[in-house]
């Protein structure tokens, strides 16, 4: 039978096993057209829908229907295939019928002229992405299987402003046919397969958030993204992006997340990044980057607690009113915190103020001016190559929730106004040189006894809750001082020595010659006789070198 109220969104492709068939066929049940306006009514909350009308009782009953023809099913596969009636035991993917098993995208689309919003975000469609009809301005297909090629047909006149694809398996390159999408403000492909560079002509102009994080793309900072005074949010991370951080960036100004982790960049820092006096998040682990910290870090009043910065953002043109919006199609970002990675909603996300340059070759000292940014909950600059000392009003930053100095070249002293940032959970110190009594109190003996290793490699440090006593080692301390006095003042007793031996030696020479006349009388006979020798030697030598220079 052919149901024709599935909404033409839905093509059922189900494994039946019939009682006289030995193998397995694929069947699929066509759909009609769908009803002029069915798309203007408003989605419910879930997400997971076919059309903003959601699971009709209509097309319920048709796919019941279909079920009901087939007069085996050995493995199953329409098991989620039912409804017992609207109640409380009725579970919410029971009732949706468009996550039931078998649910894929119809390949002829294209055909819904009237289909503006399409939500099948978290189910289990497969296969490749069709062409998409011409009046779709949101389309939320992920966490899917889908994969393939992204449809070529992105520029034939589409008004999508809102594409999320995150969490599937597309493969390929980013089409040129993505040029044409003049309208687009939202566009998220991470997790996904593809590859290359984005095309030269892509150029959208109210792009608010970009997510490509998880593929393979390439190439250097993407040049399309200057002068995009609308961006909002960047993750590049997990690429193979290269080249240095443009100067440019700094024009950015509503930069709320820059993630560039896990690529290739390289280069300094450049100082115009603290123009984006919006950020919150910044991710630079991971990379080639080199150089010193980039100075002016003040600037940065959306990481500081009087900074007043609300940012509000919205995520999508049909969401409610308030400060985030609906989250439909929102996918969870990553935040290395904590020596953890850590899952937080978009909205939750701004939260979470980060600044992130692990795994790098940055060069210098912390500068001060980076504890006046007391708004930031996630600090870390391990895996570096910084020095000096731990800035000393470090006990500013009481947000702070993870700080993670490790595998630097620090020395020094740890402040003891550490102890007073009571929303400390995490510290890592390990593998620098840092020497001096460790501050106890407050939050640092609980962070002891979930890290251990945290002060690890610093061969210098002493006391509680190290086994290292810092009398024994002061003891220690000041022997090594006399050691090194010791062994510095071992060439001044050798050359005095000497000196001293050299004139003891004149001296009797001289008392000798004085005193005994046999002595003094030979001893200026010799000293005549070899005088005679050299004057005649001298004498001769030079004589013999005048004649040839003259005969010549």
């Known amino acids: 039978m052919r149901p024709t109220t599935t909404a033409a969104l839905l093509i059922l492709s189900v494994l039946a096993v019939a009682a006289l068939a030995t193998t397995n066929h694929e069947v699929e049940a ?76 119809p390949a002829n689309m294209e055909v819904m002229t009237t289909l503006s919003r399409l939500y099948m975000g978290s189910n289990k469609l497969t296969g490749q992405i069709p062409l998409l009809p011409k009046a779709l301005e949101i389309m939320d297909i992920s966490r899917n299987s ?6 070529s047909n992105f520029g034939d006149d589409l008004v999508l402003s809102y594409l999320h694809l995150f969490s599937n398996r597309i493969t390929g390159h980013i089409p040129n046919s993505m040029c044409d999408l003049h309208h687009l403000v939202y566009l998220d492909l991470a997790d996904n397969l593809l590859e290359g560079e984005f095309p030269r002509c892509f150029q959208p102009v109210f792009l608010s958030k970009l997510f490509v994080s998880n593929n393979i793309l390439s190439g250097k900072f993407p040049p399309f993204l200057r002068s995009r005074h609308n961006l909002e949010m960047l993750d590049l991370a997990s690429n193979d992006f290269y080249g240095g951080l443009p100067i440019w960036i ?33 991710d630079l682990s991971n990379n080639s980057i080199s150089g010193v910290l980039p100075l002016h870090l003040s600037n940065l009043i959306c990481m500081k607690k009087s900074g007043h910065c609300d940012i509000v953002m919205v995520f999508d043109r049909y969401s409610i009113s308030g400060r985030y919006g609906r989250n439909v199609g929102i996918a969870n970002m990553s935040v290395d915190t904590k020596g953890q990675k850590l899952y937080y909603k978009l909205p939750i996300v701004l939260d979470i103020v980060t600044i992130d340059l692990s795994l790098n070759y940055l060069t210098g000292e912390i500068p001060e001016e980076l504890t006046l940014l007391d708004g930031i909950k996630n600090l870390n600059l391990s895996w570096n190559q910084l020095s000096g000392r ?29 102890s007073n940032i009571t929303s400390l959970s995490r510290l890592d110190l390990s593998y620098n040189h840092l020497t001096g009594r460790i501050p ?27 086994r290292r006593n810092c009398s024994d080692n002061s003891s220690a301390s ?75």
């Not at 800035?391 to 002293?413: A, R, T």
Request: proline residues 5%.
């Open 30 to 105: 066509a759909v009609a057209a769908l009803p002029r306006g069915a798309t203007r009514r408003p989605a419910p909350a879930h997400g997971n829908v076919a059309t903003a009308a959601g699971c009709s009782p209509r097309e319920r009953d048709a796919l019941l229907t279909f079920k009901a023809g087939i007069t085996e099913d050995i493995m199953g596969l329409l098991d989620s295939w039912k409804y017992d009636g609207a109640g409380p035991g009725q579970a919410e993917e029971e009732a949706d019928c468009c996550r039931w098993r078998g649910v894929r995208l």
């Open 146 to 151: 889908l994969s393939g090629p992204l449809p």
């Open 250 to 282: 700094g024009e950015l100004s509503n930069l709320a997340i820059v993630r560039l982790s896990n690529n290739n960049f390289s280069g300094n820092i450049p100082t115009s990044i603290t123009n984006l006096t919006r950020l919150v998040q910044l």
């Open 390 to 418: 731990i800035p000393g009003n470090i006990s500013v930053m009481q947000s702070l929730e993870s700080l993670d100095l490790s595998k630097n070249n620090l020395s020094g002293e740890i402040p003891s106004n550490l």
């Open 440 to 466: 106890s109190g407050g939050q640092l003996d609980t962070l002891y006894a979930e890290n251990p290793s945290m002060y690890n490699g610093n061969t210098g440090l002493c006391g509680y809750p190290l």
């Open 478 to 552: 000041k022997h090594g001082v006399e050691q090194r006095r010791e062994r510095d003042s071992e060439p001044m007793f050798l050359y005095s020595g000497l000196g001293s031996g050299f004139v003891a030696g004149l001296w009797v020479v001289f008392c000798t010659i004085l005193f005994k006349k046999t002595w003094r009388i030979a001893y200026f006979r010799l000293f005549d006789k070899v005088y005679d020798k050299v004057y005649v030697f001298v004498v001769v030598t030079w004589a013999t070198l005048s004649q040839k220079s003259g005969t010549r």
